[in-house]
T-cell receptor, first 112, second 113 residues
Framework: NAGVMQNPRHLVRRRGQEARLRCSPM?????VYWYRQLPEEGLKFMVY????????ESGMPKERFSAEFPKEGPSILRIQQVVRGDSAAYFC??????????FGPGTRLTVT | GNSVTQMEGPVTLSEEAFLTINCTYT??????LFWYVQYPGEGLQLLLK?????DKGSNKGFEATYRKETTSFHLEKGSVQVSDSAVYFC????????????FGTGTSLTVIP
């Protein structure tokens, strides 16, 4: 059973471009969480999704950020018009429901 | 609300020294508690967990006991190795507040030979 997969592992974008981060949960997991880790900080919750539904997006910035988890395919975190402050590591976690989350290796976004 | 407070690092120890990383929490309900480890350039890996008061989680020589009376979940290891060098995150998850994890800021550990 493959673990949580994220791609790309490293992403470089210029200011104003769009960034798309993908997360494939573990097989059988229907719950996905996105977290952001800024340099020298812990992980901060962004959004919690189940298949085709956003359950909790209380940690998502109101503008430029969106997330989806379609019926088929990976979960996508999209950041439009990136700014330097978006540079961070973005981690995805999946779970079958309750219990601990399995984390992916993360996508390190650098905005130049 | 929910929050986790970890002792600040970085922590540097000699090989075979005793390790304690303090973690205290605030929670509105009855959370589960976790320690995650992040090796350089990698994602977080679950190290151990405890789901109710007085439970002890253990793995790879690491231990932590869920202490409700002191709202703590301190991580300990009797004899650290160089390979334990990593960042350690304490976290809680409370099913009453949406299943998200609340993480501490992480404690960087370096073990020198």
């Amino acid at each position: 059973n493959a673990g949580v997969m994220q791609n790309p592992r490293h992403l470089v974008r210029r200011r104003g471009q769009e960034a798309r981060l993908r997360c494939s949960p573990m097989k059988g997991h229907s719950h996905v969480y996105w977290y952001r880790q800024l340099p020298e900080e812990g992980l901060k919750f962004m959004v919690y999704l189940q298949k085709e539904n956003i359950i909790d997006e209380s940690g998502m910035p109101k503008e430029r950020f969106s997330a989806e988890f379609p019926k088929e395919g990976p979960s996508i975190l999209r950041i439009q018009q990136v700014v330097r402050g978006d540079s961070a590591a973005y981690f995805c976690a999946s779970s079958p429901g309750s219990g601990h989350g399995y984390f992916g290796p993360g996508t390190r976004l650098t905005v130049t | 609300g929910n929050s986790v407070t970890q002792m600040e690092g970085p922590v540097t120890l000699s090989e075979e020294a005793f390790l304690t990383i303090n973690c205290t929490y605030t929670a509105t309900g009855y959370p589960s508690l976790f320690w995650y480890v992040q090796y350089p350039g990698e994602g977080l890996q679950l190290l151990l967990k405890a789901t109710k008061a007085d439970d002890k989680g253990s793995n790879k020589g690491f231990e932590a006991t869920y202490r409700k009376e002191t709202t703590s979940f301190h991580l300990e290891k009797g004899s650290v190795q160089v390979s334990d060098s990593a960042v350690y995150f304490c976290a809680l998850k409370d099913a009453n507040t949406g299943n998200q994890f609340y993480f501490g800021t992480g404690t960087s550990l370096t073990v020198i030979p």
